[in-house]
């Protein structure tokens, strides 16, 4: 069977100050890491899938471990970031035939996986607004005929989302230095559909990008209102639920809370009383959420603290946050344009109207 390689190595500084302490791979989104996001999908579909680990690999791999499910997991240390092009090179000697390469940072749908691995050589790509934010594919018909990084003029609509299938023969290429100083798989596409037929296929499940801290808030938004209703804990008399609800066993949902649209919560949380909680909300394991608290469209992750009488809207705050109470997230300018947020000493357009608190 085809093997799978999950890029996981990287520092990803435009996540700060989320990634400061953790791999991006390792962040939940639906009370999920995103690397097990990934390998869920890839069960049945690969027998073995090889994680390209740098940055605090050790999390990664006491995480996941050796097997998970069905998958036979290797790890491989990638000592200095020198691209994606040479995070495969790392790996070349393990690789047996065919294989598919999955971005650590994005999740993606069995659906688009299983379409590129019927064919020999694929990407998947998929339309976008802007395309000039993204590597393009220029395409004949399903063809691929080259990929252009980040084009300033119209070349074509279709973004790489960092899912390729490949086999061994992509290693006779021999890549050179990009202008920002990496070796890049796509220049492993531009020397590929020279001699071979490269196929795009068009995501038709879902392509959820993480990155910068804000989109797990859109990522989180995608998948819980996916869910179905599963109540493992105890929910006491006087609580109304209006939407779908995953409640982990040992939580406590306490009288008077009020649910509006789809929640996600993880084990061993209180909530409540009297709490108001708006779709689409994760919290995760451990959680308290206090007396008369509202959350909307938000993350609370594991072990994180919201007291009484707090407001957290269109926000993400962080494992073991321990907010006071009466915390209040502001999430929408005065004259109602887009919020926008510092990353890296340079003001970015979250493209977002509301958005609070990154924690």
């Not at 700060?16 to 989104?29: F, R």
């Not at 021999?174 to 070796?183: A, D, I, Q």
Request: proline content about 3%; some cysteine.
């Amino acid at each position: 069977m085809t093997q799978a390689i999950i890029l996981a190595a990287g520092k990803s500084t435009r996540t700060w100050p989320l990634t400061l302490t953790k791999p991006k791979p390792l962040l939940k989104v639906m009370n999920k890491e995103i690397l097990k996001h990934n390998l869920d999908a890839l069960q049945g579909l690969v027998s073995e899938v090889i994680v390209i680990v740098g940055f605090k690999k050790e999390m990664i791999i006491n995480e996941i471990g050796p097997k998970y499910g069905k998958l036979s997991i290797q790890y491989v240390e990638q000592k200095t970031q020198l691209g994606t092009g040479h995070a495969l090179k790392c790996v070349e000697n393990l690789i047996k035939n065919k294989f598919v390469v999955l971005g650590g940072d994005d999740i993606f749908s069995r659906k688009d996986i299983q379409a590129c691995l019927k064919r020999k050589y694929a990407v998947l790509g998929c339309k976008v607004e802007d395309p000039s934010r993204f590597g393009v594919f220029v395409l004949s018909g399903k063809e691929v005929r080259k990929v252009v990084e980040k084009p300033q003029t119209y070349v074509s609509d279709i973004a790489n989302t960092g899912l390729y299938v490949f086999d061994k023969n992509v290693f006779k290429f021999k890549l050179k230095k990009s202008p920002r100083g990496e070796y890049e798989i796509i220049d492993y596409i531009n020397e590929l559909v020279a001699d071979e037929k490269v196929v795009c296929e068009e995501v038709k499940g879902h392509w959820l990008s993480v990155g910068y801290p804000w989109d797990l808030i859109q990522v989180n938004n995608v998948l819980v209102s996916e869910i179905k209703n599963e109540i493992k804990g105890k929910i006491e008399k006087n609580v109304t639920v209006k939407g779908k609800i995953h409640v982990g066993k040992g939580t406590v949902i306490l009288s008077g809370t009020y649910i509006d649209g789809n929640i996600v919560i993880g084990e061993n949380c209180t909530i409540g009383p009297n709490c108001f909680l708006r779709g689409n909300t994760s919290i995760g394991n451990n959680c308290h959420i206090g007396q008369a608290v509202e959350i909307k469209n938000s993350i609370i992750m594991d072990k994180a603290k919201v007291p009484h009488l707090s407001y957290v809207g269109d926000s993400v705050v962080g494992e073991n946050s321990n907010l006071g109470a009466g915390t209040i997230t502001a999430n929408l300018r005065h004259d109602n344009k887009n919020v926008k947020s510092e990353v890296k000493g340079e003001l970015i357009d979250t493209g977002r109207r509301k958005f609070g608190a990154i924690i």
